[in-house]
C-alpha cells in the first residue's frame, strides 16, 4: 500500500490548481479519498470524531441492498425460463440473469457518476458520495425488460433535474431514484405500466408475466400468486423489488447499523396496513377485498418503504414529523395503487408525493416547539 | 431524596487514559493567561513587558466592559506577550518568582457584606470572570439580574476529572463561596450533583443551595442541559453559572483575603504515561506535567476535554476555565480504504463498524477526521445525543442562514457551544458544529445585547 501512496503522493501535483490536469481535481479526489481515508485532522471543535463518514454510511446502504439485487439477478432468470418448457439449472437461471442486470446497474453508475463528476469539478466540490446508492436504487426499481438508452436518459434526468439544479447530495426536494422511476413512468408509459413488460423477455403470454399488481388491478385477484410466493420473490416485478423477505434483510441492516430510520418503515407499514384494511371493511371490488397483510409484500411497497422513503435527504427531518411522514407514504401509497389502477405502483407517487409534503410537515413541527417556547417565556414574566 | 432528573439522549465516549485519583504538586515557572478563553473581549492592556506583578495584580480589562479585570494568577515578571494573526493578544506570560506574593483583598464573612462590595471584590481581584451567563455563554455583565446561578457538581466529558474528588475536604471554601454567590441573586442556586453523589461530602452538606441530582450519559454534567431541564432561560431573562472550584476560589478570596488561584487538574488521554491528578496554579504551563510523561511524540495537547478543550502545544498553558489536559494522539495519517474495513477498533455510534462487537471496550481515538467534509445529509443523529427541548438541526441552519429571529426562536438563549459538541462528533458530514453555533451567538449577541 506504501507503493501506491507514494504513487499517489507523486502524481497529486499535476491535479493541484495551475497543474496540467486541474480540470480534474475532483475525480483525482474521489479516487484518491475511495482509496485512502485523507490525513486531514481536525482543528476547532471537537479533537475527536466518529469513525463514520458519507462513504461508510453509503456503503451500508448499498450493502443493504444487496440481498435483493442478489435475488433480483436470479428472479428475472427464473421468471424467463417460467415462459419456456423446462427450468435450467440455478447457474444457468443466474447467468440469463446477470446478463439481463449488470448492463442496467453498469449504464446507471457510469452516467450517473460521470453527471456527478462534472457537477463536482465545476463547483470546486468533493464528490460526494450520494450517487452510489441512488446509482444503485436506480436499476432496483426498473423492470429488467427497459431498454439500456432509456437508463440513460432517465438516470440523467434524475441527477440533473432531481440533484444537482438543486445544489446537489443534500439539497434536493425529491428521491432522485424514484425521480427516474417516475420519469420514465410518465415518459415512456408504455414500457413502464400496463403487465406486458415486467417479465424478462416480451413475451406474447402476458397471464404468466403480469405482475401481482397489474393482475389484481384488472381485477384478476384469483390468478394472483399465494402470499410467500409474493413474500419470498418468486414473482414478475422490477428487479429488487419482489422479495419482501430479502428486503427484510436489507431493513435489517440498515436499523442495526442505524443508518436507516425504524421510525419511517414502521409508521410506513402501519399506514399500509390501515388503509388495507380500509378497504378490506369497504370491499367495493376485488382488488380491495385483497387481504390487508397481502398489499405489503404486492409490488415496491417494501422496497419503497424501506429503501426509498427513508432517504434522509428527502424524508421529514424532524422525530415527530417522521412519524407523519412514514405512515402517510403506507397510507397513500396503497390508496393510490386501488383506487388508480392507471398507477399500480402508487408507493412511488405516495413517496414522491410525501417527499414534497415533508418541509410542511417539518414546517408545523418545528413551529409547535416554537409556540411552546413562547407560551413557557410567558408564564414565567406573567 | 432529592428528585432525580434523567437524561436519556447522550453519549459516554470510551476513551483510554482516565486520570488515577492520586494527587502530584506541580510549580512551573511560567503562567500565562489568554484573553482568548473569554468569548467577546477586547483585552486592553494595563501593563507592559517586563512590568512587576502580584497574584491579583490587574493585567488587562475588556475594553467593552472596563470593569471586568483580569489578573494575574502569580507573583512574578510579565515576559512575553504573545500575538496570533491580525495581532490578537493570545498570551500574556508571566514568569513566576516564586515568592507567591498577594495583592491584598478585604477579608470578611460574605453574608456581613453587601451586593456591591462582593461584586467589587470580585471585579477587582479577577475572580469576576469566572461567572458567565446565558444567553450567550459569555461573562456575565456587573449589572445582570440573573434568574438562576447555576453550578454543575459532576463533569461528564470524556476522562474529565471527578469534581466531587477535587472539591474534597474543601467545604469551608466552597461554602464562602457559595454565601458570596447568594448574594448576587435573588433566585436560587441550583448545585447539580450526580445521583449517586455520597451524601456525606463537601456537596451535599452545601446550604443555601438547591441540590439537585442528574443521571444519564454526557452531556448530563453540562450546566447547559441542566439548566434547560431545570430552569429554562427565556428572552429577556438571564442566568449565571459558574464551576465549582472557582466557587471554592471566590470562598478563598473573602476567607484570606488573597486571589489565590490554586486549583487540581487532571492530565488525561490515551498518549499520557501515568495520567493522574495534578495540584497547581491556574494558567500553569503543561510542560512540567507532560515532559517524559508521553508515550510518544506525534500528540495533540489540549487544554480542556477532547470535545470542547482548545489545540495548545508542550509549553502551552492551561485555559481559565479548564481542569483538564487531554494528550491524544495526532492523526495525521492516510488510511487505506479506511471506510470499508471492518472497524473493530474505530469507536462509532452507528453500528456501521465492528467495534459493537466489544461493549465496554476503551479506544484511543485520534485526531484524524475521518471524512472528509460534505453537506448534511443524514437526520436524526443529532437528536440522539442532545437532550435539550431545541431542534438542533433546525437552529444550525437558522443560524447558517444568519437569521437571527429564527435563532431566537428557535432557543439559541439556552446553548452554548459545547452543548452541540456531541453534535459535531457524531456528524457524518463533518461539519465544524461548534464554530457555527459560536459564530450564532456572537451574531445574536451583538444584535440583542
Not at chain 1, 463514520?52 to 428472479?75: Q, Y
Request: charged share 20%.
Amino acid at each position: 500500500m506504501k507503493a501506491l501512496r507514494e504513487y499517489i503522493d507523486k502524481i497529486k501535483p499535476h491535479f493541484e490548481k495551475g497543474g496540467k490536469f486541474e480540470k480534474l481535481h475532483s475525480v483525482f479526489d474521489g479516487f484518491e479519498t475511495f482509496l485512502f481515508v485523507p490525513n486531514r485532522v481536525t482543528t476547532r471543535g471537537s479533537h475527536i470524531r466518529d469513525a463514520i463518514d458519507m462513504k461508510r454510511t453509503m456503503a451500508t446502504v448499498v450493502l443493504a441492498m444487496f440481498p435483493a439485487l442478489l435475488f433480483g439477478i436470479w428472479n428475472v432468470g427464473y421468471q424467463h425460463f417460467q415462459v419456456t418448457e423446462s427450468m435450467p439449472e440455478f447457474w444457468t437461471i443466474v447467468g440469463y440473469g446477470l446478463i439481463k442486470v449488470l448492463p442496467i446497474v453498469v449504464v446507471s453508475y457510469v452516467t450517473g457518476l460521470a453527471i456527478e463528476f462534472f457537477f463536482a469539478q465545476i463547483r470546486g466540490h468533493e464528490i460526494n458520495e450520494g450517487f452510489l446508492v441512488s446509482g444503485m436504487l436506480i436499476p432496483l426499481v426498473l423492470p429488467p425488460t427497459i431498454p439500456l438508452w432509456m437508463v440513460a436518459l432517465a438516470t440523467a434526468f434524475a441527477v440533473i433535474l432531481g440533484k444537482e439544479v438543486f445544489g446537489g447530495t443534500g439539497m434536493n426536494i425529491l428521491n432522485p431514484a424514484l425521480t427516474a422511476r417516475a420519469f420514465l413512468f410518465f415518459a415512456y408509459p408504455a414500457y413502464m405500466s400496463g403487465d406486458k413488460v415486467w417479465i424478462a423477455e416480451n413475451a406474447a403470454d402476458a397471464t404468466t408475466g403480469a405482475t401481482p399488481l397489474a393482475e389484481a388491478a384488472a381485477g384478476n385477484s384469483d390468478s394472483l400468486p399465494d402470499f410467500w410466493n409474493m413474500f419470498f420473490g418468486f414473482i414478475p416485478g422490477s428487479i429488487g423489488e419482489t422479495s419482501t423477505a430479502l428486503i427484510i434483510v436489507g431493513a435489517i441492516i440498515l436499523l442495526f447499523t442505524g443508518v436507516g430510520s425504524w421510525r419511517i418503515m414502521l409508521t410506513a407499514i402501519l399506514g399500509g396496513l390501515t388503509m388495507g384494511l380500509l378497504f378490506n371493511l369497504w370491499g367495493a371490488n376485488e382488488f380491495m377485498q385483497i387481504p390487508a397483510h397481502h398489499q405489503l409484500v404486492m409490488g415496491g411497497f417494501a422496497f419503497g418503504v424501506v429503501f426509498m422513503a427513508t432517504d434522509p435527504v428527502s424524508a421529514t427531518q424532524t422525530t415527530k414529523g417522521k412519524y407523519i411522514y412514514g405512515f402517510l407514504i403506507g397510507f397513500l401509497g396503497i390508496l393510490i395503487r386501488v383506487f388508480n389502477p392507471a398507477y399500480p405502483e402508487g408507493i412511488m407517487l405516495a413517496i414522491l408525493f410525501m417527499n414534497v409534503m415533508s418541509p410542511l410537515i417539518d414546517h408545523y413541527v418545528i413551529q409547535a416547539n416554537i409556540k411552546h417556547r413562547m407560551k413557557r417565556a410567558k408564564l414565567n414574566s406573567a | 431524596m432529592d428528585k432525580i432528573i434523567k437524561i436519556k439522549n447522550g453519549l459516554n465516549i470510551p476513551l483510554k487514559g482516565m486520570a488515577e485519583k492520586t494527587i502530584t504538586n506541580v510549580e512551573s515557572s511560567n503562567y500565562a493567561i489568554k484573553p482568548t478563553d473569554f468569548t467577546g473581549v477586547f483585552p486592553k492592556l494595563m501593563l507592559k513587558e517586563d512590568g512587576k506583578v502580584k497574584a491579583g495584580t490587574a493585567i488587562f480589562y475588556d475594553k467593552y466592559n472596563e470593569k471586568v479585570k483580569f489578573t494575574s494568577p502569580v507573583s512574578g515578571t510579565i515576559t512575553a506577550i504573545n500575538r496570533g494573526p491580525k495581532r490578537v493578544i493570545e498570551e500574556i506570560v508571566i514568569e513566576s518568582d516564586g515568592n507567591f506574593e498577594y495583592e491584598q483583598f478585604q477579608q470578611a464573612n460574605p453574608n456581613d457584606l453587601d451586593a456591591e462590595t462582593i461584586k467589587q471584590q470580585l471585579l477587582e481581584s479577577g475572580l469576576w470572570p469566572a461567572i458567565r451567563r446565558r444567553p450567550f455563554e459569555v461573562i456575565a455583565r456587573p449589572e445582570d439580574k440573573p434568574k438562576a446561578i447555576f453550578i454543575s457538581g459532576f463533569d461528564t466529558h470524556p476522562l474529565a476529572p471527578d469534581i466531587s474528588f477535587i472539591a474534597h475536604g474543601k467545604g469551608n471554601e466552597f461554602q464562602t463561596g457559595l454565601d458570596a454567590l447568594k448574594k448576587l441573586t435573588e433566585g436560587t442556586i441550583h448545585l447539580n450533583i450526580l445521583a449517586n453523589e455520597k451524601n456525606t461530602g463537601v456537596f451535599t452538606n452545601a446550604k443555601n443551595v438547591q441540590i439537585n441530582r442528574f443521571k444519564g450519559p454526557h452531556p448530563a454534567g453540562n450546566v447547559g442541559t441542566q439548566i434547560n431541564k431545570i430552569d429554562p432561560v427565556n428572552k429577556d431573562e438571564v442566568v449565571w453559572h459558574i464551576n465549582v472550584q472557582d466557587v471554592i476560589m471566590i470562598g478563598r478570596l473573602f476567607l484570606n483575603g488573597r486571589y489565590d488561584a490554586t486549583k487540581i487538574v487532571a492530565l488525561t488521554g490515551s498518549e499520557v504515561k501515568n495520567p493522574h491528578y495534578y495540584k497547581l496554579i491556574h494558567g500553569s504551563s503543561i510542560e512540567p506535567m507532560v515532559t517524559d510523561n508521553l508515550k510518544q511524540e506525534n500528540v495533540r495537547f489540549i487544554s480542556g476535554n477532547p470535545l470542547t478543550g482548545t489545540k495548545t502545544y508542550k509549553q502551552g498553558f492551561i485555559g481559565y476555565y479548564d481542569h483538564q489536559i487531554t494528550v491524544i494522539p495526532e492523526g495525521d495519517y492516510y488510511e487505506f480504504i479506511g471506510w470499508a474495513t471492518p472497524g473493530f477498533n474505530k469507536f462509532s455510534t452507528s453500528r456501521s463498524f465492528f467495534s459493537w462487537l466489544q461493549p465496554g471496550k476503551k479506544y484511543r481515538i485520534d485526531t484524524n477526521l475521518k471524512g472528509g467534509p460534505r453537506a448534511l445529509v443524514m437526520t436524526g443523529q443529532f437528536e440522539k445525543v442532545f437532550p435539550f427541548d431545541i431542534y438542533p438541526m433546525q437552529l444550525l441552519k437558522s443560524i447558517i442562514i444568519e437569521d437571527i429571529e429564527l435563532m431566537e426562536n428557535l432557543g439559541i438563549y439556552e446553548i452554548g457551544p459545547e452543548d452541540f459538541a456531541l453534535c459535531e462528533f457524531v456528524d457524518t458530514s463533518k461539519t465544524e458544529i461548534q464554530s457555527i453555533v459560536h459564530n450564532g451567538l456572537e451574531m445574536a449577541r451583538k444584535e440583542l445585547m
